[in-house]
């Protein structure tokens, strides 16, 4: 059965779980990276780093988002992180995987970080849904996955009950710590979303400070 049109399949698509006009369908909320920023996914003429990440040094080498964050993305994201449903894990890893940063094959990395969450959050909701889908992406390219205590992430309120710019800038700062060497590596960061960005730049910024070297970002999606 399709997972998202629940009809029966009688052909199925490149996805697992994925009817052939679903899939169809959901090439439309591909990032097309024609005129954007490679490095804040911005808009950008003839794909220039734009003005903003020319004005300071950026925090992050090249950020890529796999896909718009609109329906059914957010239907079939909360469906995997509350319903823990592992066939939509599957099949947001497999979304990813067909649209990869254009930048990943001429890229060095040497170590892979899903997004920490705080031990109370998931001791709560019982996995990091970031694990998972770093997991699927590290065993597709061979990269090595770095230990889940790399970088500790402090428990506070998610940032998307927050409604002020500066409220969720002072609730993040200092919401990282990392325990274990970086220094000098190569680092992709998976995420599943990203909003403003200030959770995603804040763990950046830390890791900047620990050592790393290069840092690379590939989201599931970006609410843009
Ligand atoms: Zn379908
Ligand atoms: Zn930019």
């Keep these: 059965m399709c997972l998202l049109c629940h009809e029966p399949v009688d052909k199925l ?22 005129d954007k920023c490679p490095i ?16 300071e040094a950026p925090i992050v080498n090249k950020l890529w988002a796999s896909l718009h964050y609109q329906f059914p993305i957010p239907a079939l994201l909360h469906e995997f992180k509350h ?10 890893a497999e979304l990813m995987l067909a649209n990869p940063p254009l930048w990943l094959p ?41 230990p889940i205590d790399t970088v500790q992430r402090q428990h506070r309120p998610p940032q998307s009950t927050l409604k002020k ?11 990282f710590c990392v325990h274990h060497n970086v220094k000098n ?3 992709l960061i998976i995420e599943d979303l990203m ?15 620990s050592g ?3 840092i690379y970002v590939w989201l599931l999606a970006r609410n843009l």
């Excluded at 490149?14 to 024609?34: G, I, K, M, P, R």
């Excluded at 804040?40 to 004005?55: E, I, L």
């Excluded at 710019?165 to 919401?175: G, W």
Aim: aromatic share 6%.
């Design 195 to 209: 909003t403003t960005g200030s959770t995603i730049f804040e763990l950046a910024r830390t890791l900047r400070k």
């Design 83 to 92: 319903v823990q449903h592992i066939a939509y894990g599957q099949l947001l």
């Design 212 to 214: 790393v070297n290069e």
């Design 13 to 34: 698509s490149e996805f697992s779980c994925l009817c052939a006009a679903c899939a169809q369908d959901l090439t439309v909320l591909y990032h097309d990276t024609t």
């Design 185 to 187: 590596r190569k680092i």
């Design 106 to 146: 001429e890229t060095k990395i040497d170590g892979v970080l899903a997004m920490p969450m705080s031990t109370k959050r998931r001791v709560f909701r019982g996995f990091n849904q970031c694990d998972e889908l770093a997991r699927w992406i590290t065993q597709h390219y061979h990269l090595p996955l770095l």
């Design 165 to 175: 710019a500066t409220e969720r800038k002072a609730n993040i700062r200092a919401a």
């Design 40 to 55: 804040c996914a911005k808009k950008s003429v003839g794909n220039a780093v734009c003005g903003a990440c020319q004005k």
